[in-house]
């Protein structure tokens, strides 16, 4: 049994064809087919049933798929440790962001880290906070960049405060508060507001705030997409509240200062196994000596 046998197999179970699985893997098909064919001969069962329309795991394969995926994992972590054992950082890094990070340039640390580290190859995953916290819990991502309500802490991940910051109000231009200076948050009570789905840590934060001063609002628009929220506001559909810091990225709106505002946290947060890389990164972004200890920044709520 061969590692590379393994790779053909797990390609054409995530593909369900050996013509895409030869190309993912960059081989003729039938070397593919007769490596497979041979493998299916070693263990005595046939782990594919093909038919002219499909082709799909039989039990056999399905019980033979999760442990091939672990020593194809296993053999990438040996190649990349033993490269770290010599200076040498590669291997894989995934990363999860909340679309509104602004304690951290994202874009030039990637810059800077691909400069120093270009045998590295990184994904990159926009998510809400909670959903990135529990990808990072269960190994998805080895890194996450989140914003939470201050009162919260990440749980069951490595994680180390980067900023607080206040909420800012956003209307369209047009809007009778932009040319206010500063709104209190009984003022945009009465505002139809543009916010993040409930029961997220970014939508919690504001909702906290007006619960908090006895107040409630009117959340006509739920949208998962900063980006879209902006726009919706600045076509009038409602306004919004967006952390300062990230507020001057939007266009065609205007930014008013809440007295009472809401505050977030942005935390970076990690897994306790972090990979060479993901350790190259976190020192990239500055943290402070000892960030590697396990549980050394962990704040369970």
Do not use: K
């Amino acid at each position: 049994m061969e590692l590379q046998q393994m790779r053909y197999v797990v390609a054409v179970a995530e593909l369900q064809s050996f013509t895409q699985a030869a190309e993912r893997c960059r081989v003729v098909q039938s070397a593919l087919s007769h490596q497979v064919a041979r493998l299916e001969r070693e263990l005595g069962a046939r782990l594919f049933e093909r038919t002219s329309r499909r082709v799909r795991l039989t039990p056999a394969g399905a019980a033979f798929l999760p442990a091939a995926r672990q020593c194809l994992d296993a053999a990438a972590r040996a190649a990349v440790d033993a490269a770290a054992a010599v200076g040498e950082i590669r291997g894989r890094l995934a990363v999860g962001l909340i679309p509104t990070v602004a304690a951290i340039d994202i874009p030039r640390v990637l810059h800077d880290f691909r400069t120093q580290y270009s045998h590295v190859r990184i994904s990159l995953r926009v998510g809400a906070s909670d959903e990135l916290t529990e990808q990072v819990r269960e190994g998805a991502l080895e890194v996450a960049f989140l914003g939470v309500p201050t009162t919260a802490r990440p749980r069951g991940v490595n994680a180390y405060e980067l900023a607080r910051d206040r909420l800012v109000a956003v209307v369209s231009p047009d809007h009778a508060l932009a040319s206010e200076q500063s709104v209190s948050l009984r003022e945009l009570s009465s505002e139809t507001f543009v916010d993040l789905p409930a029961r997220t840590a970014g939508r919690a934060q504001t909702d906290l705030a007006f619960s908090a001063a006895g107040l409630t609002r009117d959340v006509a628009f739920e949208v998962s997409s900063a980006d879209l929220m902006a726009e919706l506001v600045s076509n009038g559909l409602g306004i919004a509240m967006f952390a300062s810091g990230y507020a001057p990225r939007l266009r065609g709106v205007a930014t008013v200062e809440v007295v009472d505002a809401p505050t977030r946290a942005e935390y970076v947060i990690w897994n306790r196994g972090s990979s060479p890389a993901a350790a190259a990164f976190l020192d990239m972004l500055g943290l402070p000596a000892g960030f590697a200890d396990p549980g050394a920044f962990e704040r369970p709520l």
